[in-house]
């Protein structure tokens, strides 16, 4: 684990045991975090994104299981200040450490802010509930806390706001809130799962600059799961392109966009309309559709629909990581010498 | 029927439309109020062409859509209609009992797919309905049809008898396809087709539609609030802001030159898909404004960045700024815009 990684997830497998089989959503995936840094996660929907952002918080619900793999975060040590690495994957979901853990120094935010907020309190008791369990501090001071966190979001009026429940909020305000939530105990990592999918252009471009500030004055690291490899281009230094649950990808974002090595990414990014070139342009649909996740392909997930598969051998053979002189991963038969 | 005059190019007219919906409050339902949908709207489609209506959620863009397939009645204005034997009808204010031939010559495409297809009915069921319920065909006829149709798009026949929980979203969205051009329609209102798709089925669905577009000289009104998608398929288009059209122009022209600082701002808002493109965005401030408690003077006027004086009292009329530009702006020709400027692909 390098000096400034923050989070390392090695050979991730969670798996849901269904009755009607096996669901592999996440099979052996790979992504590191910098300290501060932000990796955008992308890939169809199905691919393990979500699962991966709720193994790292032990948020996996039964029959999903994390089965084998390493997560390991590096969090300073209460008593010296010096830096340990902890394995999240064995921690016990409801131990202690992984309850200090999850929301104290990593926190989410959901897409549907509607949803993951409780239509029955106010966000004020909400937030504020986060902050007395993780600081330990009284109500009145959590309630000041609170105004102070939702006024750094830009919550109009901050102290009268603070007792509104949130079907008296509209979507952007939600989300702000979500967000005050999530870093009203100053998080190491914030896991921004598709917070803008559910919001308008304008309102996901007010979150997203939002964020980037928050960003810039906590340094805080953000993992951004997401769809739209618009956002991405926008807000990633790094970029993780997932698969069937597998990693196929890692490297910088302007790697990504500009020379992608995997014929899946490439595949993606010739299936989005740019904007800017309209009509001249032609779309390459990627043919197919994402397979069954019942019934996995051997060998190379992306193989039935890769336009450059070997025969006999990417139909065959699990594609191994392979690290590229400049750093970045990628898992793809063409690059690990097998040609 | 009346025979109205309409130019030979233009497929549909929408002139002064207004869809109200009431605001009830009270042991009496008193109405207290109205929700200004859509607000005084002056719209032409051409024949064959794509046209996008774009805006965030709530503008009225659907609504503008249902008024059109008369799934509402519209509160005042016209909307003349070119039917297949070239006669001009205003479908605002024909009886419901007449609307049926119109129905066949108008469809849509609906946003969700999973909720947009009965889970009971098998997809023959599905795409063959509207053959039946129109006593197109029946039968052994009726089930060729329905074969023929899935091949168009894209789909086995051998599926026929299967139920939509067995597709995925994409498939499901060829299904409603093939049941919006069950019966050869000429002008097909798309509302949202893509969005619920993940991306690399969204680029098959705007594909087909387009193969099917020329195959069948077809007419679309494509909603969405994807501007990259709508720039991929649109002739024109509309931008509407709270139950009205602020800007109507060519795809190319609205996209490069804007002419509204409310399209200006949409446009700077869509994150570009290349990194080496990050350009600071014009973030717009606070909310759409309500409907039904609308700004005095330029709705958009307490969000735009160039508001004068003038703005905040006397509401902008659309017009005509040269080669087909329409703008609702009171300072359309002193204003120099942001367009999204040549962007290269870096692929």
Do not use: W
């Amino acid at each position: 684990m390098l000096d400034n990684t923050l989070l390392e997830v090695k050979g991730l497998k969670t798996y849901f045991f269904l009755d009607e089989g096996t669901v592999k959503a996440v099979d052996g995936a790979d992504l590191s975090i910098e300290r501060g840094g932000t990796l955008g996660v992308v890939g169809e929907s199905g691919c393990g994104k979500s699962v991966t952002a709720f193994s790292i918080l032990q948020l996996v619900e039964r029959p999903g299981r994390i089965i084998a793999g390493e997560i390991l975060y590096r969090r300073p040590n209460r008593n010296g200040g010096q830096m340990e690495i902890i394995n999240l994957a064995q921690l016990k979901p409801n131990s202690r450490q992984m309850h200090s853990i999850r929301g104290g120094e990593i926190a989410m935010i959901f897409q549907e802010p509607m949803t993951s907020l409780s239509p029955v309190h106010t966000i004020g008791h909400q937030i504020g509930e986060a902050i007395m369990l993780h600081r330990g501090v009284s109500k009145q001071e959590a309630r000041k806390q609170v105004v102070e966190v939702l006024g750094r979001v830009g919550f109009p009026r901050p102290s009268e706001r603070v007792d509104a429940y949130p079907f008296q909020l509209s979507g952007g305000l939600r989300q702000r809130a979500m967000i005050a939530m999530a870093l009203s105990c100053q998080p190491s990592l914030l896991i921004a799962d598709e917070p803008t999918t559910a919001l308008d252009v304008t309102t996901q471009a007010q979150i997203l600059e939002l964020m980037q500030q928050l960003q810039s004055e906590m340094g805080m690291a953000i993992m951004l799961i997401t769809h739209n490899l618009g956002v991405v281009a926008e807000m990633c230094k790094e970029v993780a392109v997932m698969y069937l649950g597998l990693v196929v990808e890692q490297a910088t974002v302007d790697a990504i966009f500009h020379d992608p090595l995997h014929p899946y990414t490439r595949a993606l990014l010739h299936s989005i309309p740019m904007l800017g070139i309209g009509k001249a342009q032609h779309l390459n649909p990627i043919k197919g559709m994402v397979p069954d996740p019942y019934n996995r392909p051997r060998g190379c997930p992306f193989h039935p629909r890769c336009d450059q598969r070997m025969r006999g051998k990417c139909d065959v053979i699990e594609p191994p990581l392979v690290t590229m002189p400049d750093g970045r991963t990628v898992r793809c038969l063409l690059y690990s010498g097998e040609q | 029927m009346q025979t109205q005059l309409l130019p030979d190019n233009i497929q549909l007219q929408v002139s002064n439309l207004k869809m109200h919906f009431p605001i009830h409050k009270g042991l009496l339902r008193r109405i207290v109020g109205y929700v200004k949908a859509v607000d005084d709207v002056n719209l032409v489609v051409r024949s064959r062409e794509t046209l996008g209506l774009v805006g965030e959620s709530g503008c009225g863009k659907t609504t503008i859509g249902r008024c059109i397939m008369r799934a509402y009645t519209p509160t005042a204005g016209q909307i003349l209609y070119r039917n297949k034997e070239g006669k001009v009808v205003d479908l605002a204010t024909l009886p419901a009992n007449q609307l049926k031939p119109y129905r066949r010559e108008l469809r849509m495409v609906f946003q969700d797919p999973y909720s947009s297809l009965n889970p009971r009915m098998t997809v023959m069921d599905i795409v063959g309905d509207p053959l039946i319920v129109h006593g197109v065909a029946k039968g052994k006829e009726l089930e060729d049809r329905v074969a023929m149709l899935l091949k168009r798009v894209g789909l086995r026949p051998e599926y026929m008898r299967r139920y939509p929980h067995a597709f995925s979203g994409g498939q499901r969205q060829r299904i409603g396809l093939a049941r919006t051009l069950a019966l050869e329609p000429r002008l097909v209102i798309a509302d949202e087709p893509v969005s619920a798709l993940d991306v690399s089925v969204q680029a098959q669905i705007l594909n087909l539609m387009r193969d099917l577009q020329r195959e069948m000289d077809l007419t679309y009104i494509f909603i969405s609030h994807d501007l990259s998608v709508v720039e991929y398929v649109a002739d024109r288009v509309a931008v509407m802001y709270v139950g009205k059209l602020v800007e109507v122009s060519e795809t190319e022209d609205l996209f490069h030159n804007p002419r509204h600082p409310y399209t200006e701002a949409l446009l700077s808002a869509v994150p570009k898909t290349d990194p080496r493109l990050r350009t600071k965005r014009i973030v717009l401030e606070g909310d759409v404004a309500d409907p039904a408690n609308p700004p005095s003077g330029c709705y958009f006027h307490p969000r735009c960045r160039y508001a004068r004086d003038r703005c905040r009292v006397e509401s902008p009329q659309l017009r005509d700024i040269g080669a087909g530009h329409i703008v609702a702006c009171h300072y359309a020709d002193e204003l120099s815009l942001r367009g999204i400027g040549e962007i290269k692909s870096g692929l």
